[in-house]
C-alpha cells in the first residue's frame, strides 16, 4: 500500500472526473446566475427611470423619426402633448435628448443642477474650429474651459483692455465712412449712390476685429477706398462658412462610428473653411511669436501680443502655440457673430 499515491488511487475510480466536472460546471453556473440576477438589482437601484419618450428603433434610436418630420422642434413638442408630459427622453442614435417645457423643472437644470448641464454638447464642427476644444466658449466645462474662460475675461475683454482698444475701433468706424462715401461717389449702369449695406456690415466687423487682434485692416494690399481685398473677403466668407455648421444637425455627432465617411459633407466643408482661414492667421502668429522670443518686439499692441505674452507662476508662456491658434479662432468667429447678429441672414 506504500507504493501507491492518493492520485492513483483516484484515477483509478472510473466515475471520479466525470463528477467532479459536473460538480465544476454547476458550481460556474450559480455563480454567473447570482452575479447577474445582483448587477441586475444593483443596476435598478442605482440608475432611475429615464422620463417617457417614443420607442427608438436599434442602433439610430428616433432619428428616423425626427428627420421624416421637419422642423425637429416642431416634432418634439408635439410628441410631448401626445404623451401629455413636460419632460421627455428621445434617444438620437447615441445621444439622449431631454426636452422640457415645464418652467419649474427648467429651474432644476438651470439652477439647481447648474453645474452638472453647463457643458455645452460636443460636436464634430466645434471639435474642429476650436482644435480639440483648447479655446473657450465650445470647449466642454473643465480645467481647459476655466483657464481659457479667465484669460478671455481678465485679459481680453476686460474694462480696461476695452479702453485700450478704443482707438482702434474709431479708426475702424472712420474706415468704414470713407468706404461708404466713395461707394455712394461710384456710378453703376449710370445710377450712383447704390451699395450692399450687408456687404459692408459684413467686412466693417471683420475689419474691426482683425484691427484688434492683429493690429491690420488687410492681410493683402487692401483697396484705395477702404474697401475689402481678396483676401479679406475670402476670410470673411469662410467665417461665414463655418456659421453654417455650427451646431447644425450631422449624423456623426449622434453615431461616432459614422464620422469617417462624412455621409453629410459637412466635415469637409468644415475643414476647407479652417484651411483658408488658418492660411492667413498661422504666419501671422507664427511671424509674432518669433519677435517676442527674440526680443524684437517687448509691447504690447493687439490682442494677439496679449495672448502670446502671458506668463504663468513659473514665468513660463501660459498658452501653447496651439492654444493661441485655436483662441484667435474662436474669438473671430464668436465676435463676427456677435457683431453681424443683427444683419446676418441665410442667402
Known sequence: MMGYSPFLLLSNLPSFWPSLLAIITCFIIMIKTLRSNFIESYSK????????????????????????????YKWIHNLMKEMNT?????????????PVTCPTIATEFLRKQDATFASRSLSMSTDLIADGYKGAIFAPFGDQWKKMK????????????????????????????????NKCKMVNDGISGLMNVRSAARHYCGNLIRKITFNARYFGEGR???????????????????????????????IPSLRRLDLDGQEKKVKEALRVIKKYHDPIVQQRIKQWNDGLKVDEEDWLDVLISLKDSNNNPSLTLEEINAQIIVIYFTLLLVCFSRSYTNT
Open 224 to 254: 484705395d477706398d477702404g474697401g475689402p481685398g481678396f483676401e479679406e473677403v475670402e476670410h470673411v466668407n469662410s467665417i461665414f462658412d463655418l456659421l453654417n455648421y455650427v451646431y447644425s444637425f450631422s449624423v456623426s455627432d449622434y
Open 45 to 72: 437601484k442605482q440608475k432611475p427611470n429615464l422620463p417617457p419618450g417614443p420607442k427608438p428603433w436599434p442602433i439610430v434610436g428616433n432619428l428616423p423619426e425626427m428627420l421624416a418630420n421637419k422642423p425637429a
Open 86 to 98: 413636460e419632460i421627455a427622453c428621445i434617444r438620437l442614435g447615441n445621444a439622449y435628448v431631454i
Open 150 to 181: 479667465k484669460i478671455v475675461t481678465n485679459d481680453l475683454l476686460s474694462s480696461h483692455k476695452h479702453l485700450w482698444l478704443h482707438d482702434k475701433r474709431t479708426e475702424e468706424g472712420n474706415n468704414l465712412m470713407f468706404y461708404v462715401y
